[in-house]
């Protein structure tokens, strides 16, 4: 566990120091570094040769990909070069089945095709750990994250291997979970997030109603027309390959206590519970306890992993397998995002 508890401000220290050894696939084109430990996530791979078209030969090993990433839960690909949304998204259809252009949930731009921005959150504040859309019937199973410019100073994406998280939740905290699952409320358009009509992507009523319906989500339309959804998903699912248990939600990104002092009671001051812009429960409507949720955010701070960004690197995720946050930073930062292969709780 003293190797799981790797942060940003040991990274650059024990970096230089990882364990080479060189891969033969395609006369070791690529070298094969192991982040400390070799069950340790991320794997990464770094040029064997210059100038190594990275794209081409994933597409041609991507079962060495796809084997490793189910192992490491992400892997981190550096020194490739890649720093256009045009190589991105070509390297990104090599590594994955299919890339999705659901881009409706979140505030994020479209830069090229398939790619995207990250999602707007303030600079200054960390986003929190979450394995992407997992309040959403439908959710990734992959996604790529690419560095076009590093911020001047933090802006990392922590990664947390989310089978230890589930592994190392207080017992009785996990069963409740487990049981009860997590009720997820959400109010569009109140002044804070996007409105029910950039979401959907619709100016239709009829048309939310239909979308809510197939996506297992339950609604109702306040009096000023403005929208409310709630929808109960599992806390824990297994991997659809492997069958190992992870720890998959975004309960600490909608709980009132995981936000810093003055949000919270920002919010509070100006909503009505009922009408927070978001808020989380246990699936049965009671409340979550806030030590519960403090707990469970300790147990990720333990867990996560940090390492610096450099322009062109790329780190593929398992988004069951991995949760990913960002890092408060300062100056410009320019990342590609690109999401891949449909999953929803039905198919599992």
């Known amino acids: ?87 991105f998204e070509r390297f990104g259809l090599a590594v994955c089945s299919e890339l999705f252009n659901e881009n409706g949930e979140h505030p994020r731009k479209t830069l090229s095709g398939k790619v995207y921005t990250p999602v707007f959150y303030p600079a200054e504040s960390k986003l929190l750990w979450h394995n992407e859309n997992s309040f959403n019937h439908r959710w990734p199973v992959k996604i790529l994250f690419g560095c076009c410019q590093p911020a001047q100073q933090g802006g990392e994406t922590p990664i947390v291997d989310s089978r230890m998280v589930f592994q190392l939740i207080e017992p009785k905290i996990r069963e409740k979970f487990v049981e009860k699952q997590i009720m997820y409320v959400r109010n569009y358009g109140n002044g804070l997030g996007l409105d029910w009509q950039t979401v959907f992507q619709t100016q239709s009523k009829a048309d939310v109603e239909k979308l809510c319906q197939h996506n297992l989500i339950d ?69 979550i306890e806030d030590s519960t949720m403090l707990d469970i955010c300790a147990v990720y701070q333990r867990l996560e992993v940090c390492f610096p960004w450099e322009q062109g690197d790329i780190l593929l995720l398992d988004n069951v397998l991995t949760a990913h946050a960002r890092n408060p930073y300062v100056g410009e930062r320019k990342l590609f995002v690109a999401m891949s292969e449909l999953m929803s709780f039905s198919n599992l």
Not at 22 to 30: A, P, V
Not at 244 to 258: D, K, M, R, V, Y
């Open 219 to 287: 609604f109702e339309w306040k009096n000023d027309g403005r929208l409310r959804t709630i929808s109960i998903r599992p806390s824990v699912i297994k991997h659809p390959q492997t069958g190992e248990i992870s720890w998959f939600n975004q309960a600490q990104h909608w709980h009132l206590a995981c936000l810093d002092i003055q949000t919270r009671e920002s919010l509070i001051s100006s909503f009505k519970e009922e009408d927070l812009p978001r808020n989380c429960f246990y699936g049965d409507g009671t409340p």
């Open 1 to 87: 566990m003293k190797q799981l508890k790797t942060t940003n401000s040991n990274f650059q220290h024990k970096f230089p120091k990882i364990g080479r050894k060189s891969i033969n696939l395609q006369t070791e084109l690529i070298k094969i570094d192991n982040f400390g430990d070799e069950q340790t996530l991320p794997l990464v791979i770094k040029p064997g040769i210059p100038d190594i078209d990275i794209a081409d030969w994933a597409e041609t090993n991507r079962e060495f990909i796809d084997t490793n990433l189910i192992k490491y839960g992400a892997i981190l690909f550096k020194g490739f070069s890649i720093t256009t949304a045009a190589a």
